[in-house]
């Protein structure tokens, strides 16, 4: 099976503009949870969507926003960039049921520099 | 309220020493798993190990090995014999139960470890 996709890898945007990130997850896994790393704070959870619906949100602004589409796939976007948001930035999916319906498997990531 | 704390930032060691990496969880909840994660420098996360609340025997893979120890809220890392390619930063964290049925466990992270071996 392939891993979970992320485009792109590296973005460079400016202050104010706005960002869309994307994700595919491994074939079968519906649920997609993005994080935020940063060397400041670490990583952090985003949020998470199953169904195509937003069904866990962590502690950031509503700057932050993602979809899920009926393929499974997601999407992030920023608006409003700013400095502080550069970071890299995390998806993982997780199957359904199973075994291993807790476990989170992780792309490699896009790395937003924001000037 | 879930916290991960590593207290190790940086260690660094000559190849073929044994190290060990420090976890400390806190949680409220009873049923909970903990993960150890890689992050080589090409940023992905790559998945080592996972422990539920209810398995407190230690594992073993090839040099890794892990010490869990639910009385003192501990997860330890070590590798045995480490090698240049383990330079990497690990990563302890703790998912907690879901509070939707069937929806993914939220991760917390510690801080890191970064791993330096020296040849």
């Known amino acids: 099976k392939a891993g979970v996709t992320q485009t792109p890898r590296y973005l460079i945007k400016t202050r104010g503009q706005q960002v869309t990130l994307s994700c595919s997850p491994i074939s079968g896994h519906r649920s997609v949870s993005w994080y935020q790393q940063t060397p400041g704070q670490g990583l952090q959870f985003l949020f998470e969507?199953?169904?195509?619906?937003?069904?866990n949100k962590g502690n950031f602004p509503g700057r932050f926003s993602g979809r899920q589409f009926s393929n499974s796939r997601s999407e992030m976007n920023v608006s409003t960039l700013e400095l502080g948001d550069s970071a890299l930035y995390l998806c993982a999916s997780s199957p359904e049921q199973g075994a291993r319906s807790n476990e989170q498997f992780f792309g490699p990531g896009t790395r937003l520099t924001v000037l | 309220a879930q916290k991960v704390t590593q207290a190790q930032t940086e260690i660094s060691v000559v190849e073929k020493e044994d190290v060990t990496l420090d976890c400390v969880y806190e949680t409220r909840d009873t049923t909970y798993y903990l993960f150890w994660y890689k992050q080589p420098p090409s940023g992905e996360l790559v998945f080592l190990i996972r422990r539920n609340s209810f398995d407190e025997q230690n594992e073993i893979s090839g040099r890794y090995s892990w010490n869990f120890q639910k009385s003192t809220s501990s997860f330890n890392f070590t590798i045995t014999a480490s090698q240049v390619v383990d330079s990497a930063v690990y990563f302890c964290?703790?998912?907690?139960?879901?509070?939707?049925?069937?929806?993914?466990?939220?991760?917390?992270f510690g801080s890191g470890t970064q791993l330096t071996v020296l040849p």
């Open positions: 964290a703790l998912s907690d139960t879901p509070q939707v049925r069937g929806s993914a466990r939220q991760l917390t």
């Open positions: 969507y199953f169904s195509e619906t937003q069904r």
